[in-house]
């Protein structure tokens, strides 16, 4: 008998922490603190420690993080910002927010991250930053990536919402570029109970006008240096933070027995290319995302068997409405337009258990089946 498996499970999570988390918000109620304060300042403090990072700043939410570090890495309107067009629209939507341009490029076809090769090409006068984007939990090559920025005088501005305690042979993800943003959506990694992000940086001034912009412009109340924005993390989704913060190690380390379980599963079915690891890439397996031909009927196979899945992304952003006015062709990027036709994921959780991995394997089989005879 099919057992049904959700594709995101959060209540073990949250099941874990919650004595502790509403003990502490009893406090906060109590004292009617809730913008900023103790609790921020303490996660703020200990996720630094965590990635490797002289400076964090908590902020209201992933997207608002990455305006925020184009604004601090001194991008103005007209200015281009370099990224893959595999990515969630909020790598673009936070350039296109400030006025600058997103240039898109392809990514290479084993990781599906951005292609170091595709970089120089898109390099022009009008070229800031170039955003790599640490996708499903990996890091992307930096090593690759800094000696062109270097070349070239630009600024890396690290995209690290999929990949909190993700490492490479460059370093931890978020902490190699000059800055990094970050998301806390309830599903990555580290989840908040709501929205909330971070900005991180070893750059003091960087993160002091960082810190200043998400306070409405302000360092001192109600005197305003800069058109800033309301873009400050609260001290309810610091408590959540903080309490996940200390297992995070330890849920990664289950996410990566999942994977290989995953791996280990896929290898007798046919037609399924499974994902792979960077050579000295520590990943974290924010997602676990398989390739696979006739994406739909596989996808809706196992929707009726109970399956949870996901595409991680259908469309690649130069592709979307929202930036059509950008001029960009079906065909330009055929790396990235290939996956987004048979990418899919499949239900990835710290507290995912063998017996559903054995289920979803095996309607995933089922499925690969039923669309062969289909052909």
Known sequence: MSIAVPFLDLAPQQAEILDEVLSVWRTQLESAAFIGGGEVAAFEAEFAAYSGREHVIGVSNGTDALELAYRAAGVEPGDEIIMPANTFIATAEAASRIGA????????????????????????????VIVPVHLFGQTAPMERLLPIAQKHGLTVVED?????????????????????????????????????????TNDADAAGLVRNLA??????????????????????????????????????????????????LLADVDGVRAPSTRPGNHDVWHLYVIRVEQRGTVMAGLTSAGIGAAIHYPTPVHLTAAYGDLGYRCGQFPVAEGAADRILSLPMFPHLAEQQQVAVVRELSRAMRRRGALA
């Open 101 to 128: 341009v997103p240039v898109f490029v392809d990514v290479d076809d084993e990781y599906l991250l951005i292609d170091p090769d595709a970089i120089a090409s898109a390099i022009t006068s009008r070229t800031r």
């Open 160 to 200: 690290a919402a999929q990949s909190h305690g993700a490492s490479s042979p460059a370093g931890r993800a978020g902490a190699i570029g000059h800055i990094a943003a970050t998301s806390f959506y309830p599903g990555k990694n580290l989840g908040a109970a709501g929205d909330a992000g971070a900005v991180m």
């Open 215 to 264: 306070a409405h412009g302000s360092s001192v109340k109600y005197v305003h240096d800069h058109v800033g924005m309301n873009a400050r993390l609260d001290a309810i989704q610091a408590a959540v933070l903080r309490a996940k913060l200390r297992r995070l190690d330890g849920w990664n380390e289950a996410r990566r027995e999942a994977a290989a379980r995953y791996t280990e």
